[in-house]
């Protein structure tokens, strides 16, 4: 579980539960609003980059605030300007949970011996040449080709 951490702008300190990358914890449409509104990202382009932005950091506490009942959204905007007017050392950070690995497919499995059955005999390795196989198509009676003058056995 991630969480956002206010420091700094009573009443507001705390520790907001904020599961960011989590299904199910969707954004609302307001919020994405608010998101673009005050910090001019799309939900799309958040990345580590965005995480750099003070304003996002904002907009994703003021929504944690809100889905946790301390804040109307009424109330958001101006508390995003005080937000704002608050020196930011410190304010918000996040706090990102454990997240579980991502499966490496890897290579195959080999195949399971557990039917016991075997698709048939093996073949022994052989040194003689196989005789050749003759075309199926072609005109009959024609046993050359113009690319390759030589006639087959046949």
């Known amino acids: 579980m991630d969480h956002i951490v206010i420091d700094g702008v009573p009443p507001y300190d705390g520790r907001y539960d904020f599961d960011l990358f ?3 914890h969707g954004f609302r449409g307001y919020e994405l ?3 673009k509104r005050f910090s001019g990202y799309l939900v799309v382009d958040i990345d580590d980059k965005a995480f750099g932005d003070h304003e996002v950091i904002i907009v994703l506490a003021l929504i944690a605030l809100c889905r946790a009942g301390k804040v ?3 109330e958001v905007p101006a508390l995003f300007d005080r937000f ?5 050392a410190g ?3 996040m706090e990102m949970g454990e997240r579980e690995p991502e499966s490496d497919a890897g290579p195959p499995r080999s195949s399971s011996s557990a039917n016991g059955g075997s698709s048939g005999a093996g073949s022994s390795p052989s040194s003689e040449t196989s005789p050749p196989t003759l075309a199926t198509g072609g005109t009959p009676g024609s046993a050359t080709s113009e690319s390759d003058p030589v006639t087959s056995a046949g």
Do not use: K, N, P, V
């Open 22 to 24: 989590s299904t199910g």
């Open 33 to 35: 609003s608010w998101l």
């Open 72 to 74: 109307s959204e009424q």
């Open 84 to 88: 704002q007017h608050t020196e930011f």
């Open 91 to 93: 304010l918000i950070r």
